[in-house]
């Protein structure tokens, strides 16, 4: 009874790894070249769907990524480059259905914005510590008063005693 | 040196405008075609039965400035835009040309003849791959077509008065139709 309980519970346990296994395929006509539809799943995973936005239409099942994907196929049997496949999809929806924007004049800031962001933070934190370190070095360079340093010479005397007792 | 404690309160409130702005008046699902300015595609579609001619992409340059409207019997915000286009044509402001998207004959005729037809040709693109090569995403899709069937603009979700009145009329008055 215990035994049968643990593998029970040892079987739930497991059983997200046996989904985890499974691919996301939907079901429909997939092109008898394996090497051919390895193609058309890999230009599919980098095309956005339109509907659901972010999504590639490999990983989406509306009506229009389900179209786009059969779409592709097509283009691949017909023995066009993945250049000319994605230029298909680009021409009728422009270089949003490209989840990877390509780098033009338009996409330079997308591209180098970052880039651009942390050069201007290094830059700027630069400054501010180097302006902050001179500040501690002029600080220092500040000459205690006479009364000051024999104030100081007398603490530091009675410290020493002190810690003897 | 009193102004420095401004730069991080002046950064924030650039970020915050520009994001209330995207916010509020950017529509991210709203991408503008590509084909502008361009030929229609080619095609040729037979019409929703009883409601012909067909349409093909001849039949796009009239000479004058006409509507595309994508629309589809299951498609619950073409019933938006249908009165509307119902009133231009009693108006006979401009023609219009119904491209039915992904449906089925029946259902199309049956959906015509229950809201009534404002289309002068319908086309039937039963598979989409029509409405793939207008690029069209979801219907309904409204395209503005120039007298030599070039594609002006698109218009994307339902047309309403107001968007006829600030996108279409001025194209219309510009071709001087």
Redesign the interface.
Known sequence: MKSSFRLLMLSMLLAPFLVLSATAVFIEEKLKDPVLEARALEISAEIRCLVCQNQSILDSNAELAKDLRQIVRERIALGETDEEVRGFLVDRYGDWVLLNPPFKISTVFLWLGPAVIFILGAFAMVVFLRGRNRLVEDESRTKLSTTEEAEVNRLLKSDETGQNS | MRIRFLIPVVTFVGIAVMMWYALFNLN??E?????VSRPAPEFSLEPVPGYGPGLAQQDLATGKVILLNVFASWCVACMAEHPFFMELKAQDTVDIFGLNY?DTPDGAAKWLARHGNPYKRTGMDL???VG????V??VPETFVISPDGKILDKIIGPVSPDMFESRIRPLLNEAGS
């Open positions: 991210p699902t991408i503008p075609t590509e084909l992904k598979k989409g791959r793939i090569d207008f690029g995403y979801g």
